[in-house]
């Protein structure tokens, strides 16, 4: 691609469930040579770590006393208290934990200053749901992914069902939907379309033909 060394650029890629985001995040990181941050991980790292605290805790010492850890090397991988929990978060119930907490406040300061002091030097791709909007607004390329609502629920069904899980597909649709709305409508880093960003609906495109056009805008900026 010609790329300049010196150029390493920060990229967020932002949409809702099932457009697509994890898997090009993904490829597009490794074609470029950048690590690969999955902050929705993140935040079902904290969720799962949530339905285990102490009774009564609240929320700020919960988070003063995490014992949570992110390793960005591929996938994102989350420990907590030293135990590989990547799998474990996975489910559609941690799902709707964490678009619950990432409500709140305290929540979501404490992980954006985590995500911002990783990529602060560039050479990252981030996926999520905020990540061109608050994480990295002058982010040098900004992505927002959409796809049909059916498609959508479709590709999150075949994900659950590739990792041993088998919820219906109206259950995961109703469960995408809902969580969709919350994220759209909390009042705390809403899930929208990040101002300046690049929307690519990835309805019935294939994903190597999403990740020529994600490569393409890279490869131009790189090269400014």
Same mark, same amino acid.
């Given at each position: 691609m010609g790329k300049n060394p010196s150029k390493r650029l920060i990229i967020t890629i932002d949409g809702p469930s099932g457009a697509g985001k994890s898997t090009l995040a993904r490829l597009l990181?490794?074609?470029l040579g950048y690590a690969y941050i999955d902050t929705g991980a993140m935040y079902r790292?904290?969720?799962?770590?949530f339905g285990n605290r102490s009774a009564g805790e609240g929320i700020e010492e919960f988070l003063e $006393?995490?014992?949570?850890?992110?390793?960005?090397t591929?996938?994102?991988?989350?420990?907590?208290?030293?135990?590989d929990i990547s799998s474990e978060i996975?489910?559609?119930?941690?799902?709707?934990?964490?678009?619950?907490?990432? =409500?709140?406040?305290?929540?979501? =300061? $404490?992980?954006?200053?985590i995500q911002r002091g990783i990529g602060k030097d560039g050479g990252i791709v981030l996926e999520g749901r905020d990540t061109g909007s608050v994480v990295f607004p002058d982010a040098d390329i900004k992505f927002y992914l959409d796809a049909d609502p059916g498609e959508r629920a479709q590709r999150r069904h075949l994900?659950?069902?590739?990792?041993?899980?088998?919820p219906g597909l109206t259950e995961v649709k109703n469960d995408m939907l809902q969580r969709d709305k919350n994220d759209s409508e909390r009042s705390i880093a809403p899930l929208i379309i990040p101002e300046g960003a690049v929307i690519v609906d990835t309805t019935g495109v294939d994903i190597q033909g999403v990740l020529a056009i994600l490569l393409r805008h890279a490869g131009e900026k790189e090269r400014q």
């Open positions: 990181s490794k074609a790292g904290i969720a799962y770590a $006393h995490l014992d949570i850890r992110f390793e960005f591929g996938d994102t991988k989350v420990f907590l208290a030293g135990r996975r489910t559609p119930e941690i799902s709707s934990r964490a678009s619950i907490l990432s =409500q709140k406040s305290p929540v979501r =300061q $404490h992980l954006t200053k994900e659950f069902k590739s990792k041993g899980m088998d």
